[in-house]
C-alpha cells in the first residue's frame, strides 16, 4: 500500500512534509480498520460452519461495497480542503490527494489481499460443543467465565498450599 501511495505521489509531485505524514497516518489507520472488518467477517463465517474459501468470498462480497462507500465518503470530505484557492490551500491540496489515493489503495488491499491472506493464514474452524458455545460467543458467557476464574483463584491457591 505504500509503495502505490509513494509512486502516486511522486507523480503528482508531492513531498514528504508533516501534512502528507498526517495523511498516510489516517489513511494507515482506516487500512487497519478495514482489513479487521474482512478478518471479523470470515472469522464469523467460519464460526457458523463455512469452509476457508466461502468464508473469504462472503467477506468480499458483503462488505466491498461498504468500505468502499466509507472510502469515498471520507476522501470527499477532505475535498474542501484540497480545492480551496488560498495559499493555505496549496500546501494543504497534499493532505486531500494523499488521503484520496492512499485510502483507494487500502481499499483494494482491504478487499482483494485481505480476504486472500485470510484464506492462508486463518486455521479451520472446529465447531465446539453446543453447551460451551453459547458460553463463549456471548459477553456475558465470557464475563462469567473470567469472574468463575477470579474468584476460584485463591481457592486453587490453597489447594495447592494443602498438597505441597
Known sequence: MLTVTFLMMKLYGID??????????????????DAIISVEMMATKME???DRVKAA????????FPMLTGTLITAAAFMPVGFAKS??????????AVVTIALLV????????????????LPTW???????????????????????????RP??????RRRL
Do not use: K
Not at 16 to 33: K, N, P, T
Not at 87 to 96: M, P
Not at 106 to 121: D, K, N
Open 106 to 121: 487500502s481499499w483494494v488491499v482491504a478487499v482483494l489481499f485481505t480476504p486472500y491472506l485470510g484464506y492462508r493464514l
Open 87 to 96: 495559499s493555505a490551500g496549496e500546501y494543504t491540496f497534499s493532505i486531500f
Open 57 to 64: 468470498s462472503y467477506a468480499y462480497s458483503s462488505t466491498a
Open 155 to 160: 481457592e486453587r491457591r490453597r489447594a495447592r
Open 126 to 152: 472446529r465447531m465446539p460443543s453446543p453447551r460451551l458455545r453459547h458460553s463463549r460467543n456471548s459477553f456475558s458467557g465470557l464475563c462469567i467465565a473470567a469472574c468463575r476464574g477470579w474468584c476460584l
Open 16 to 33: 514528504l512534509q508533516r501534512i502528507s505524514l498526517g495523511a498516510l497516518i489516517i489513511s494507515l489507520g482506516l487500512l487497519v480498520d
Open 48 to 50: 457458523q460452519g463455512l
